[in-house]
C-alpha cells in the first residue's frame, strides 16, 4: 500500500475503536493483534501520535501509519 494513497474504510456505527478500525483495515488478524500493532508502529490519529487501542475513532478521523498508509474513516 502506498503512503500517498488514502484508503477510506467504512463503518456502519457513529464511533469505532483503534483496534476495531485496524481489524476493519485488514491489517491485523483478531484484536488480540492490536497491542502489538500499535506497539510496533507509529500510529497518527488526525496528526497527533496515539498509540491507544480504546481510542475512539469517528467518521471523517484520518489514520496515519507510518510505512503502511493513510487512511479516511467514511460511513
Given at each position: 500500500?502506498?503512503?500517498n494513497?488514502?484508503?477510506e474504510i467504512k463503518i456502519e456505527?457513529?464511533?469505532?475503536t483503534?483496534?476495531?478500525?485496524?481489524?476493519?483495515?485488514?491489517?491485523?488478524d483478531s484484536g488480540?493483534m492490536a497491542?502489538?500493532?500499535?506497539s510496533?508502529?507509529?500510529?497518527?490519529?488526525?496528526?497527533?501520535q496515539?498509540q491507544r487501542?480504546g481510542?475512539?475513532?469517528s467518521?471523517?478521523?484520518?489514520?496515519?501509519?507510518e510505512g503502511?498508509g493513510?487512511?479516511?474513516?467514511?460511513?
Amino acid at each position: 500500500m502506498s503512503e500517498n494513497v488514502e484508503t477510506e474504510i467504512k463503518i456502519e456505527t457513529d464511533t469505532i475503536t483503534l483496534g476495531q478500525f485496524l481489524k476493519l483495515a485488514d491489517l491485523i488478524d483478531s484484536g488480540g493483534m492490536a497491542k502489538w500493532f500499535l506497539s510496533e508502529h507509529t500510529v497518527l490519529v488526525n496528526g497527533d501520535q496515539d498509540q491507544r487501542r480504546g481510542r475512539k475513532l469517528s467518521i471523517g478521523d484520518r489514520v496515519d501509519i507510518e510505512g503502511i498508509g493513510s487512511f479516511l474513516v467514511v460511513n
